[in-house]
């Protein structure tokens, strides 16, 4: 499909381990958004790129959190030591333009820390 | 930090009625969208507002954006079993390139 891409979907770790979540954006959206969804919440911004740089990385919680996209394409959300408070819906959203426009997200990762 | 607040926070209706969320915000702002979430599912745009305009439609969809007050409503008109989701608005500060999410009002259609 044409639709943004979240690889895995559902990922069960424990607690201290490293983790990575992927985001395949729509085919030349520009930029690129991470968000985090607790149950029954709102998605909380994490980062923004916008080709490959990270515009605005303001809403990482913290140093165990870390994101790139080298190639202005794919991008991987790295998360270092997992704690149980991280356990959340990870979504990923892409945008043709680099004004905010329209975002398109994908059905989100689901990570559960035990 | 969560720019929107959405009100009611759960909605609950018969089918054929209409339903109304609205939404209050806090800095200045470019436009505001409105997104929907079915259950374990991403957010689907529904319609955006810039800040220069008053009301938007779109199909059963009515939006307003109060700039003066910092408040915008979305109205679904003749609700369906298969409008019940959660509803987002979702605003991007002057200055700022990021988009922020209330928390969503949750809708129920009953049939």
């Known amino acids: 499909g044409a639709g943004v891409s979240q690889t895995p979907s559902n990922k069960v770790t424990e607690k201290g381990k490293y983790v990575e979540l992927r985001c395949d954006p729509i085919?030349?959206?520009?930029?690129l958004y991470w968000y985090r969804q607790s149950l029954g919440q709102g998605p909380e911004f994490l980062i923004y790129f916008q080709g490959t740089g990270a515009a605005d990385d303001s809403g990482l919680p913290n140093d165990r959190f870390f994101a790139v996209r080298p190639e202005g394409s794919v991008s991987t959300l790295k998360i270092q030591r997992t704690e149980r408070g991280d356990s959340a819906v990870y979504l990923c959203?892409?945008?043709?333009?680099?004004?905010?426009?329209?975002?398109?997200f994908g059905e989100g990762s689901r990570l559960t820390v035990l | 930090s969560q720019q929107g607040e959405e009100d009611p926070q759960a909605l609950s209706i018969q089918e054929g009625e209409n339903a109304t969320m609205n939404c209050s915000y806090k800095t200045s702002i470019n436009n505001l969208q409105w997104y929907r979430q079915n259950s374990g599912r991403g957010l689907v745009h529904l319609i955006l507002?810039?800040?220069?305009?008053r009301e938007k439609h779109s199909g059963r969809l009515r939006v307003t954006l109060d700039t003066s007050k910092k408040s915008s409503s979305l109205l679904i008109t003749a609700s369906r079993a298969a409008d019940t989701a959660s509803y987002f608005c979702?605003?991007?500060?002057?200055?700022?390139?990021?988009?922020?999410f209330g928390q969503g009002t949750r809708l129920t259609i009953n049939p």
């Open positions: 507002i810039r800040s220069n305009e």
């Open positions: 979702a605003t991007d500060s002057q200055g700022a390139q990021k988009l922020v």
């Open positions: 085919s030349g959206h520009t930029a």
């Open positions: 959203a892409s945008s043709a333009t680099s004004r905010t426009g329209e975002l398109f």
